[in-house]
Nanobody
């Protein structure tokens, strides 16, 4: 099992930037991919960015492409989400997720952190 602890987030004005961090512990050798999800009130959880642990290759949702950057520090077992040019519609609770080599879907979750973008 992998444990994930998030940090970062908060309140920012539209056009601003924030960085989220997610530190993994436990069976980190089993991580295949890490992702950032978000869920706004009344909406379904949305996968916004994924990074494949061994290669560092990334995938983004169209809604954040060009504005958000996912990265990882393998030595620290930490994944980051740098968010720039933030919009009010980016307001949501953000979760990091982990998928192990044995899983077909994300099975480990961070505690969630609120990101609020004011207009």
């Amino acid at each position: 099992q992998v444990q994930l602890v998030q940090s970062g987030g908060g309140l920012v004005q539209a056009g601003g930037s924030l960085r989220l961090s997610c530190a993994a512990s436990g069976r980190t050798f089993s991580i295949a991919a890490m992702g950032w999800f978000r869920q706004a009130p009344g909406k379904m959880r949305e996968l916004v960015a994924t990074i494949f642990w061994s290669t560092g290759s990334t995938v983004y949702a169209d809604s954040v492409k060009g504005r958000f950057t996912i990265s990882r520090d393998k030595a620290k077992n930490t994944v980051y989400l740098q968010m720039s040019s933030l919009k009010p519609e980016d307001t949501a609770v953000y979760y990091c997720g982990g998928r192990s080599l044995a899983e077909r879907d994300f099975g480990s979750w961070g505690q969630g952190t609120q990101v609020t973008v004011s207009s």
